[in-house]
């Protein structure tokens, strides 16, 4: 079966970093997402990685190893504003994304 | 630019009554279309995607149904609620992969309560 896998809850303060971990197990692979949720509202694309490496979008980063079924997000210079919810997505063999079940990030100051 | 709605933003429904939801996308031609469901704490679940007018493929068998009576129209409906239908409903599209990594936008969504 197809699994993705990333943590239930973590937490972290204000200004510091934090890394989201998701693994993967999929029918193939055609790249891999990230999005951020606020909690009663609906995704936002954050970033996306098809070759493995690291992608760099100002706070955010996000990286990929496909020979490990590995990807993260990193969040530098933590606000408050970014509590939420980050999904992690995999588009498979026939093009469909299968999702993690998100993970929730809670900031504390 | 680009733009997705979706409505209504929230409903209560009793159990056996129907439903309809509607998506309208503007700025774009011929996109993929998206129904997505989130129960509490579980990831997404893609309940119909649309590549064009007429075009349907169900993920999920259950008494919801999609149509597509336009390109940028994608309306999800039930004759006969059940209480397990409740959840937060997302209509999303993405443009075509190859013209660009597809990735999906989002509507508002739709928070549904079937009592």
């Known amino acids: 079966g197809q699994n993705i896998d990333q943590p239930t809850e973590m937490t972290a303060t204000e200004g510091a970093i934090v890394q989201i971990n998701c693994t993967y197990q999929?029918?193939?692979?055609?790249?891999l997402f990230w999005y951020q949720q606020h909690a009663g509202e609906a995704p936002t694309f954050l970033s996306y990685?098809?070759l493995d490496g690291l992608e760099e979008k100002g706070r955010f980063s996000s990286f990929l190893s496909r020979s490990k079924g590995y990807s993260y997000l990193l969040l530098k210079e933590l606000q408050m504003k970014d509590s939420a919810s980050y999904l992690c997505?995999?588009?498979?063999?026939?093009?469909?994304?299968?999702w993690g079940a998100g993970t929730k990030l809670i900031i504390k100051p | 630019s680009q733009t997705i709605h979706q409505w209504p933003a929230t409903l209560v429904q009793p159990v056996g009554s129907p439903l309809s939801l509607e998506c309208t996308v503007e700025?774009?031609?011929?996109?993929?279309l998206y129904w997505y469901r989130q129960a509490a704490g579980r990831g997404l679940q893609l309940l119909f995607y649309?590549?064009?007018?007429?075009?349907i493929s169900s993920e999920v068998p259950q008494n919801l149904s999609a149509s597509r009576p336009q390109d940028r129209q994608f309306i999800l409906s039930s004759k006969k609620l059940l209480l397990s239908d409740s959840g937060f409903y997302l209509c999303?599209?993405?443009?075509?992969?190859?013209?660009?990594?597809?990735?999906?936008?989002f509507g508002e969504g739709s928070r549904l309560t079937v009592l």
């Open positions: 997505a995999v588009r498979d063999s026939n093009y469909q994304l299968i």
């Open positions: 999929t029918s193939g692979f055609n790249g």
């Open positions: 999303a599209w993405s443009g075509t992969v190859g013209q660009s990594t597809g990735e999906l936008f």
């Open positions: 990685n098809v």
């Open positions: 700025g774009t031609s011929n996109p993929n």
């Open positions: 649309s590549v064009g007018i007429g075009q």
